[in-house]
Structures are given as structure tokens and as C-alpha cells.
């Protein structure tokens, strides 16, 4: 989980290495010498940073308290001031998202140690957080304790960034190769540098003898891959501090002696520790660049090689005085000689070089950017000739300078024998038709095709004119009334410069009568200097083709008959529904105004057991007046009769208004209806009244759907260059099986169903409808019983 490109950092991992973090800094604080006010080294820095640095930049800011709590933590328990430990936990969290910043800069991912230029950002990282943690711990110990600055800040600046730059390289390393000396070289390297480590920091141990384990750590580095390195410089650095710290080796039998402070004895430490990282990591980081590029010249070898023996030319490589370096197995296979015969040896002393030759077999090109080209017979090894054309090129280094002479041949020889197959071509039996015709118009080639297709005698039919095979009708239509040798001379002169007619089809006769559509095409016939020698016919049998196509058509004119239909009874439906909602609305309205004046006493008092009566009259009477209003917009969008504005409007300003005219349906609801304001006006381009409504639909809806407690939100905003209105409850949902209909006509989902909620299943087919013709797109995302939102996307007005 650690290493970069082996996975990603997860939530149960992050929450090991915070409590990695927390032990690493007690132990660091434990291993303290008793004069030290702060610890020698602190591992848990290292960690801290590594953990930011792999974790998503969304986690950091939980992951930042973490580290102040872990490592204040740390401090408290042992038996540091309470007010003290929270200000060093707050320095190591300021470190782990200083360095870790740095590393991540512009947002990019943690990159692998795999160059110097990285190795100088993570150095960067490390002197930068434990600057930043020195700083602030550095105040904290002046401020509430009797700590020296200066001393404080030097030893926790280096112990900080030497952990850093010792933990780092671990997650940083590319992924360890499996070698075949990891096997036994890796434990006699590894058992003989704890070996010497052991020994110069022993107990006892005097002599200044600390250099001596820096050779088996660069030969690791020369040796092994990064990853192993930065393991084997980790144990080495923790050893020989917790060693130390012990008053054990050179360093702590300075310490233990009094020549040297705490603080001091940390100093020397964590610059033993940085001068040793300093030596073997860039080291091991040029071996890896050195394996790497090897790795790609070796690729780029095998991929020059792969292209040079899977071509099926000859291909010869020369140096400037002909003598040739490389050849491919194409030319070994064609010529029948082993590389070892020509590989070395001059391009003109080529054993397969016909006799009395000289020079390039093509010559050298004049310029350096052009090339030369010549046919000449190649003798291979036993005795047979082939005929290969030769090109001789260059090939010219960065600053043009020519550097080798490369020679390509092709093999000409099966073209050469390819005009004696034509003939044998053309008797084979085959579907397609081939005939040759002289400049007459009479036939002089009727293959084995022609013969299958039409049923004349090959021998019989030769000499015979072309057009005699043509039915005579359809030449004259097409020949203008020619028949004969000038019906075949139009014909022929219809050749473009392509050197062919398009294909079109011809009827033919066949020797029992029988009439054949035939796809045909004439071209020119040319010799090698390009003379006319004729013309061939080529032409295939498509009769039960046309057949087929001809029924596919009157299939698909019967298909578009039908949708004409359907189309013409969408249209009658629509009229229909706009003169029935017409001619409804009058009465209805009127049956309205009447029952509105009955209620309020205007003609005569109503008995009060009339009242409830004549008010589910009113009611009613309504609902059948919108569903009127309903249809006729959407007759009118479906028919192109409605003419709606096109102006200016301000999305943010329908907002209000639409709160307004709902006032009346959230009385006596419990529902939390919040309008978020914008910071400015949005221009789209539309009808204001038309907006309203489809926004006032929309709200309906969300008061209709969502029960007593809920929360309705609606905002408008500018996204992504596009005007969006939102509109978002906490009601009873949509299935997802059933949103595809959503904004079907008289769509009602099963929620609403079940809970006997009215509605005509309208309203959302005419918001639609306006977002569409406002050029805009309307989404909608909820599920059953988690509630739904619809958002309108609408083209921003253009200023």
C-alpha cells in the first residue's frame, strides 16, 4: 500500500499509520537523553509527511488534525505539559502539510524517486517542513518553557528533515525487481553491513570508526534497486540513533563523557544521517537511470531488429566504404548465404552478385536526401536468378551528415511471371466475367466466368461484336438509336480518365434466352508503352441483387406510407385535443363563475349544507380549467401554432416570483422551502412567462410529492458556460425503472399511484416541452423514497 503505483493509501491503512505516527514519536521521546529538552530524532515527521503525500488532497484536512493529535498525543503521554504537547503536535502538523504541499505542487501526484530533479524536490520538502516545525516549536518552548531558541531550532530542524529524507525514499522507491542475486548476494550484503554497524556502535566501542559501514550502503547502491537502498539507509539510521542516544559508539561515548551535549550529540547524529543519505541515494538513483536507459537502447535494438527481419524486402546496411554491417532475414532466406558470408565484406564482393559487377547495385544517389534505384539479377546460392529492384539511400545523423548507406531490394520476379498467369487467370473457372475486346468491338478473351454466366462455347463466341450479347433495346435507349459497331463505340467512349466506366448495370443474353442483370464496367487495355490494344469487359451476375433490392424498397416505401399515417393521426390527435379543450373550457368556466356566485350569496344565500357542495363544484371545475390549459400548450408546442417572446430575462429574478404564486399550496403544509439567492443577474433568452411556469410545475410538483417535514431547495446559478435551475425535495422519489417515462403525457409513477395523489401526469411533459424549445436540457436525478431533483440547463444570453 505504500509504494507508489502498488495502490492507494485506504481508510483503514490511514488510520494504522496515524497510530504508527503516534508510537514512532513516543519511542523518539522516550529514547531522549535526560538533558535534552526535545528528542534527537523524530521518525514520526517522516511518516507524517508520507501520509499527506499519498493520501487525496480532499482527506488532508482530517488528516492534518490526525497528525496534531497523534503527535501531541505523543508528547502528553510522556509526561510533557499539556499546553506544550498541543503546540508541538500543531508544529508536525504544519510540517507534514508544508513538505507534503511541495511534493504534491499544482495538485500533481506523489512522483516516483526515479531522477535527480525529484530527489532535489524531496531534499527541498524536508529542509522546508522541518524549518517550518522548528519555527513553531522553537516559539512554543520560548514562550512556555526556559529552552533555548537557537539550540532548539538547529537540532529540530535537522533531526526533522533527516526524517524525512530517510521515511520519504521508502514510498517514493520504484517497485523492487525480482532479481536472481537477491537470492544470495542481498543477504551477504545485508548481513555483513549490520555486521559492521553492530560493531562500531557496540557498547564500549571508542574508536571513531563510523565511516566504516558508508562503503557496503553505496555498494548497495550500486548494486541493488532503490527501494532496497532506502530500506537498508532506514534500519541503519534508526540503529545508529537509538544506539547512540544510549551513550553506545562513537558518538555516544562523546556524550556519555560530557565533551558533547544532548542537544550537540543530535546535531552530529542527524548530520551523520543526512551526509549518509546525501551519498547513496543520488547514487542509487543514476545506477536506476543508467538501468533504465539501458533498458530502452536494448528495446529500441530488438524493435530495430524486429522491423529489419519481419520486412519482406531485402535490406543491407553499409558503412560510408561499402562494407557491409547488417542484413535482414529477408535477404538471407532469399539468397540462400548465412550472415557470416556477408556481413564484413565489400557490397560489390556480394556472393550473390552477378558476375562482372561493380560498385552499389544501384549506384549512389547524387545528394544525400535522394535516392537511386536499378534492376539487376540476383545469383542465389543455388543457381536461380531473380530479378530485384535496388534503392540506395542515406541515412544522415542529427546534423545531416550522412553516417551509413542503407539498400532495399524488392523482388520483381513473380511480377515478371505474373503476365504469363493471366492467361491461366482468365480460363479459371470463376463467378465474374471477363471478356477482351479489340479496337473493333469484336471478342477476343470469353473466360471460363463469361461462360458459366451466359452459356456460350468459348471457341464459338470469339470474333462475335460485344453489343451482340447486350439486349438490342436497352443499346439503342442508351446509344441514342446506334446499334452494331457505332452502339460500341459510344459505349467505349464513355472511358474517363480514370481509364473505366463506372459500374452499371446492363441486361445480357444468354445462349438459352435467358435475360441476366449484369454489374458492368469497360476499361482500357494498354501494353507497356501505354498503346490501346483493346478494351476489357468485366461484369458480374447481380440479377437476384437488384431482385432483392427492388423488394427492400418496396418494403421501406410501405414502411414510410405508414409513418406518413401515423404522422397524419399524431396531427388529427392534436386538432382534436385543442378543439375538444376549447370547446370544454367555455362551459366549464361558466359552470365556475356560476357555482362562485351561488357560494357567495350573490343571487341567494346558500344553506350551509350547500356550501361544501358547491365548493367541491368550484374545485373541481378548476382542475378541469388547467387540465384544459394543459393540453392547449401542448397542442400548441406540438403544432407550432404558439408564438412565445424572445427577450432578455433574468433567471435569478423568476426565482421570487415563483415563491409567490405558491404561497397558496404551502398553507397549511409543514414544509421548509428555501430560495438560494445568486450573487448577480443570469441572462437567458426566452419567454419570462413561459420560464415561470415550467419553474412553477416544478415546485408543484415538489410540494405535491413531499410529506409534511420535508425541505424543498430551488437556486439558480452559472455552470460550466450554461444557465442552471435546480429544484430539490425530500418527497417520495421516482423509481429508476420508471424515470425513462418521466416526462412522458399523463405519466404518473407508481409512488404516486399508491398514494392516491392527484395529478394529470402533465406537468412535467410541459416543462420539457418549453426547456426544449428554449434550446435547453432538463435532467433529473432521484430513486424511491430518497427524493428528486430536476435541473433545467439553459444557453446563457449573449452579451
Same mark, same amino acid.
Given at each position: 500500500?505504500?509504494?507508489?503505483?502498488?495502490g492507494?493509501?485506504?481508510?483503514?491503512?490511514?488510520?494504522?499509520?496515524l497510530?504508527?505516527?503516534?508510537?514512532?514519536?513516543?519511542?523518539?521521546?522516550?529514547?531522549?537523553?535526560?538533558?535534552?529538552?526535545?528528542?534527537?530524532?523524530?521518525?514520526?515527521?517522516?511518516?507524517?509527511?508520507?501520509l499527506l503525500?499519498?493520501?487525496?488532497?480532499?482527506?488532508?484536512?482530517?488528516?492534518?488534525?490526525?497528525?496534531?493529535?497523534?503527535?501531541? &498525543?505523543a508528547?502528553?503521554?510522556?509526561?510533557?505539559? %499539556?499546553?506544550?504537547?498541543?503546540?508541538?503536535?500543531?508544529?508536525?502538523?504544519g510540517?507534514?502539510?508544508?513538505?507534503?504541499s511541495f511534493?504534491?505542487?499544482?495538485?500533481? !501526484?506523489?512522483?516516483?524517486?526515479?531522477?535527480?530533479?525529484?530527489? %532535489?524536490?524531496?531534499?527541498?520538502? *524536508?529542509?522546508?517542513?522541518?524549518? #517550518?516545525?522548528?519555527?513553531?516549536?522553537?516559539?512554543?518552548?520560548?514562550v512556555?518553557?526556559?529552552?533555548?531558541?537557537?539550540?532548539?531550532?538547529r537540532?529540530?530542524?535537522?533531526s526533522h528533515?533527516?526524517?524525512?529524507?530517510v521515511?520519504? !525514499?521508502?514510498?517514493?522507491?520504484?517497485?523492487?525487481?525480482?532479481?536472481?542475486?537477491?537470492a544470495?548476494?542481498?543477504?551477504?550484503?545485508?548481513?555483513?553491513?549490520?555486521?559492521?554497524?553492530?560493531l562500531?556502535?557496540a557498547?564500549?566501542?571508542? /574508536?571513531s570508526?563510523e565511516?566504516?559501514?558508508?562503503?557496503?550502503?553505496?555498494?548497495a547502491?550500486?548494486?541493488?534497486?532503490?527501494?532496497?537502498v532506502?530500506?537498508?539507509?532506514?534500519?541503519?539510521?534508526v540503529?545508529?540513533?537509538?544506539?547512540?542516544?544510549?551513550?553506545?559508539? =562513537?558518538?555516544?561515548?562523546d556524550?556519555?563523557?560530557?565533551?558533547?551535549?544532548g542537544?550537540?550529540?543530535?546535531?552530529?547524529l542527524?548530520?551523520?544521517?543526512?551526509?549518509?543519505?546525501?551519498?547513496?541515494l543520488?547514487?542509487?538513483?543514476?545506477v $536506476? +537511470?543508467?538501468?533504465r536507459?539501458?533498458?530502452?537502447?536494448?528495446?529500441?535494438?530488438?524493435?530495430?531488429?524486429?522491423?529489419?527481419?519481419?520486412?519482406?524486402?531485402?535490406?543491407?546496411v553499409?558503412?560510408?566504404?561499402?562494407?557491409?554491417?547488417?542484413?535482414?532475414?529477408?535477404?538471407l532466406?532469399?539468397?540462400?548465404?548465412?550472415e557470416?558470408?556477408?556481413? @564484413?565484406?565489400?557490397?560489390w564482393?556480394?556472393?550473390?552478385?552477378?558476375?562482372?559487377?561493380?560498385?552499389?547495385?544501384?549506384?549512389?544517389?547524387?545528394?544525400?536526401?535522394?535516392?537511386?534505384?536499378? $534492376?539487376?539479377?540476383?545469383?542465389?546460392?543455388?543457381?536461380d536468378k531473380?530479378?530485384?529492384?535496388?534503392?540506395?539511400?542515406?541515412?544522415?545523423?542529427d546534423r545531416?551528415? !550522412? #553516417?551509413?548507406?542503407?539498400?532495399?531490394?524488392?523482388?520483381?520476379?513473380?511480377?515478371?511471371t505474373?503476365?504469363?498467369?493471366?492467361?491461366?487467370?482468365?480460363?479459371?473457372? &470463376?463467378?465474374?466475367?471477363m471478356?477482351g475486346?479489340?479496337?473493333?468491338?469484336?471478342?477476343?478473351?470469353?473466360?471460363?466466368?463469361?461462360v458459366? /454466366?451466359?452459356?456460350?462455347?468459348?471457341?464459338?463466341?470469339?470474333?462475335?461484336?460485344?453489343?451482340?450479347?447486350?439486349?438490342?433495346?436497352?443499346v439503342?435507349?442508351?446509344?441514342?438509336?446506334?446499334t452494331?459497331?457505332?452502339?460500341?463505340?459510344?459505349?467505349v467512349?464513355?472511358?474517363?480518365?480514370?481509364?473505366?466506366? &463506372?459500374?452499371?448495370?446492363?441486361t445480357?443474353?444468354?445462349?438459352?434466352?435467358?435475360?441476366?442483370?449484369?454489374?458492368?464496367?469497360?476499361?482500357?487495355?494498354?501494353?507497356?508503352?501505354?498503346?490501346?490494344?483493346?478494351y476489357?469487359?468485366v @461484369?458480374?451476375?447481380?440479377?437476384?441483387?437488384?431482385?432483392?433490392?427492388e423488394?427492400?424498397?418496396?418494403?421501406?416505401?410501405?414502411?414510410?406510407?405508414?409513418?406518413q399515417?401515423?404522422?397524419?393521426?399524431?396531427?388529427?390527435?392534436?386538432?382534436?385535443?385543442?378543439?375538444?379543450?376549447?370547446?370544454?373550457?367555455?362551459?366549464?368556466?361558466?359552470?365556475?363563475g356560476?357555482?362562485?356566485?351561488? $357560494?357567495d350569496?350573490?343571487?341567494?344565500?346558500?344553506?350551509?349544507?350547500?356550501?361544501?357542495?358547491?365548493?367541491?363544484?368550484?374545485?373541481?371545475?378548476?382542475?378541469?380549467?388547467?387540465?384544459c390549459?394543459?393540453?392547449?400548450?401542448?397542442?400548441?408546442?406540438d403544432s407550432?401554432?404558439?408564438?412565445?417572446?424572445r427577450?432578455?430575462?433574468?433567471?435569478?429574478?423568476?426565482?421570487?416570483?415563483?415563491?409567490? *404564486?405558491?404561497r397558496?399550496?404551502?398553507a397549511?403544509?409543514?414544509?421548509?422551502?428555501?430560495?438560494?439567492?445568486?450573487?448577480? =443577474?443570469i441572462p437567458?433568452?426566452?419567454?419570462?412567462?413561459?420560464?415561470?411556469?415550467?419553474?412553477?410545475?416544478?415546485?408543484?410538483?415538489?410540494?405535491?410529492?413531499?410529506?409534511?417535514?420535508?425541505?424543498?431547495?430551488?437556486?439558480?446559478?452559472?455552470?460550466?458556460?450554461?444557465?442552471?435551475?435546480?429544484?430539490?425535495?425530500?418527497?417520495?422519489?421516482? !423509481?429508476?425503472?420508471? +424515470?425513462?417515462? /418521466?416526462?412522458?403525457r399523463?405519466f404518473?409513477?407508481?409512488?404516486?399511484?399508491?398514494r392516491?395523489?392527484?395529478?394529470?401526469?402533465?406537468?412535467?411533459?410541459?416543462?420539457?416541452a418549453?426547456v426544449?424549445?428554449?434550446?435547453g436540457?432538463?435532467?433529473?436525478?432521484?430513486?424511491?423514497?430518497?427524493?428528486?431533483?430536476? #435541473?433545467?440547463?439553459?444557453?446563457?444570453?449573449?452579451?
Open positions: 500500500m505504500w509504494n507508489l503505483g502498488r492507494q493509501l485506504v481508510l483503514p491503512t490511514t488510520v494504522g499509520v497510530v504508527l505516527v503516534f508510537g514512532a514519536g513516543a519511542l523518539a521521546i522516550a529514547s531522549a537523553p535526560a538533558d535534552t529538552p526535545v528528542a534527537i530524532w523524530w521518525p514520526a515527521a517522516g511518516i507524517s509527511v508520507a503525500a499519498l493520501a487525496p488532497r480532499r482527506w488532508w484536512w482530517w488528516l492534518t488534525v490526525g497528525v496534531a493529535v497523534a503527535t501531541g &498525543a508528547n502528553l503521554v510522556m509526561d510533557r505539559p %499539556l499546553d506544550l504537547a498541543l503546540w508541538l503536535g500543531v508544529a508536525n502538523a510540517e507534514a502539510y508544508v513538505a507534503a511534493l504534491r505542487w499544482r495538485r500533481r !501526484p506523489l512522483r516516483e524517486l526515479a531522477g535527480l530533479d525529484v530527489f %532535489l524536490r524531496l531534499v527541498a520538502a *524536508a529542509v522546508l517542513g522541518g524549518v #517550518t516545525m522548528a519555527l513553531v516549536a522553537a516559539t512554543g518552548i520560548l512556555l518553557t526556559d529552552g533555548s531558541f537557537t539550540q532548539t531550532l537540532s529540530l530542524s535537522l528533515a533527516a526524517s524525512t529524507l521515511v520519504l !525514499p521508502i514510498v517514493m522507491a520504484p517497485a523492487i525487481r525480482r532479481q536472481a542475486r537477491l544470495w548476494e542481498l543477504p551477504l550484503q545485508l548481513g555483513i553491513l549490520i555486521a559492521v554497524t553492530v562500531v556502535f557498547p564500549g566501542q571508542t /574508536l570508526l565511516f566504516l559501514p558508508l562503503p557496503f550502503l553505496i555498494g547502491a550500486l548494486r541493488f534497486d532503490l527501494g532496497i532506502a530500506w537498508e539507509l532506514a534500519g541503519f539510521a540503529f545508529v540513533i537509538l544506539t547512540s542516544s544510549a551513550g553506545h559508539g =562513537p558518538f555516544g561515548f556524550f556519555e563523557r560530557g565533551e558533547v551535549s542537544l550537540g550529540m543530535g546535531a552530529v542527524q548530520a551523520f544521517v543526512v551526509a549518509t543519505a546525501l551519498m547513496t543520488p547514487l542509487a538513483i543514476s $536506476e +537511470q543508467r538501468r536507459l539501458l533498458e530502452q537502447v536494448s528495446s529500441s535494438e530488438k524493435l530495430t531488429s524486429a522491423t529489419l527481419d519481419t520486412a519482406a524486402t531485402l535490406i543491407l553499409t558503412d560510408l566504404y561499402g562494407e557491409v554491417l547488417r542484413v535482414n532475414a529477408a535477404t532466406a532469399l539468397t540462400g548465404f548465412d557470416p558470408e556477408l556481413v @564484413g565484406k565489400e557490397i564482393e556480394m556472393p550473390f552478385a552477378p558476375p562482372g559487377s561493380t560498385g552499389y547495385p544501384a549506384g549512389l544517389p547524387e545528394a544525400t536526401d535522394a535516392q537511386a534505384s536499378r $534492376e539487376t539479377d540476383v545469383v542465389t546460392r543455388s543457381g531473380r530479378r530485384v529492384l535496388w534503392n540506395t539511400s542515406f541515412v544522415r545523423d545531416e551528415r !550522412p #553516417t551509413y548507406v542503407v539498400i532495399t531490394g524488392t523482388d520483381l520476379t513473380a511480377e515478371r505474373a503476365a504469363g498467369l493471366t492467361r491461366h487467370l482468365l480460363d479459371a473457372a &470463376a463467378t465474374t466475367a471478356i475486346i479489340d479496337p473493333r468491338g469484336r471478342i477476343t478473351v470469353f473466360n471460363a466466368g463469361a458459366n /454466366l451466359l452459356g456460350y462455347d468459348a471457341q464459338d463466341i470469339l470474333e462475335t461484336s460485344f453489343t451482340d450479347l447486350l439486349d438490342v433495346d436497352q439503342q435507349q442508351r446509344c441514342h438509336g446506334a452494331g459497331d457505332e452502339a460500341f463505340q459510344q459505349l467512349a464513355g472511358i474517363g480518365a480514370a481509364g473505366e466506366t &463506372a459500374p452499371r448495370d446492363w445480357w443474353i444468354g445462349d438459352d434466352g435467358r435475360r441476366h442483370t449484369v454489374s458492368m464496367t469497360l476499361s482500357i487495355a494498354a501494353d507497356t508503352f501505354a498503346a490501346r490494344v483493346g476489357l469487359c @461484369g458480374r451476375d447481380v440479377t437476384e441483387a437488384r431482385a432483392s433490392q423488394m427492400l424498397i418496396a418494403a421501406l416505401e410501405k414502411e414510410r406510407l405508414a409513418v399515417r401515423m404522422k397524419d393521426l399524431d396531427e388529427a390527435k392534436n386538432e382534436f385535443v385543442s378543439t375538444v379543450s376549447h370547446e370544454l373550457r367555455t362551459p366549464v368556466t361558466s359552470i365556475v356560476y357555482t362562485e356566485m351561488l $357560494e350569496g350573490t343571487l341567494v344565500e346558500p344553506a350551509p349544507e350547500q356550501r361544501p357542495l358547491l365548493q367541491s363544484i368550484a374545485r373541481n371545475g378548476q382542475r378541469l380549467i388547467l387540465l390549459d394543459d393540453l392547449l400548450t401542448l397542442s400548441g408546442i407550432g401554432a404558439a408564438r412565445w417572446e427577450n432578455a430575462v433574468d433567471l435569478s429574478a423568476i426565482l421570487v416570483g415563483a415563491e409567490d *404564486a405558491l397558496a399550496q404551502l397549511g403544509r409543514d414544509l421548509e422551502v428555501v430560495v438560494m439567492s445568486t450573487d448577480g =443577474p437567458v433568452l426566452g419567454d419570462k412567462v413561459q420560464l415561470e411556469r415550467a419553474l412553477t410545475n416544478l415546485l408543484s410538483n415538489a410540494i405535491k410529492f413531499t410529506e409534511d417535514g420535508g425541505r424543498i431547495e430551488v437556486s439558480a446559478k452559472v455552470h460550466e458556460g450554461e444557465a442552471w435551475l435546480t429544484v430539490s425535495d425530500t418527497g417520495i422519489g421516482v !423509481p429508476l425503472e420508471e +424515470q425513462e417515462g /418521466l416526462f412522458q399523463f404518473r409513477s407508481s409512488s404516486a399511484q399508491q392516491a395523489i392527484q395529478g394529470t401526469g402533465l406537468g412535467l411533459s410541459i416543462v420539457a418549453i426544449a424549445t428554449h434550446g436540457e432538463i435532467d433529473v436525478r432521484s430513486a424511491h423514497l430518497e427524493g428528486t431533483t430536476f #435541473t433545467i440547463r439553459l444557453p446563457l444570453a449573449r452579451g
